[in-house]
């Protein structure tokens, strides 16, 4: 279950990044707040808790 949800916040991650023509005027901000959903799943998966 973690390894799936990390695999699809990756895609999502990739997704946001300002360099596609849809997300140019978005800036950084979201990658970032994906980035950080991505590091918590991360560190709840190496815990064990999720």
Do not use: F
């Amino acid at each position: 279950m973690g390894t799936i949800l990390i695999v699809i916040l990756i895609l999502v991650l990739v997704g946001v990044l300002p360099t596609w023509p849809h997300s140019k005027s978005w800036g950084y901000y979201p990658t970032g707040g994906l980035g950080l959903v991505l590091l918590i799943v991360i560190i709840l998966v190496l815990l064990g808790r999720l």
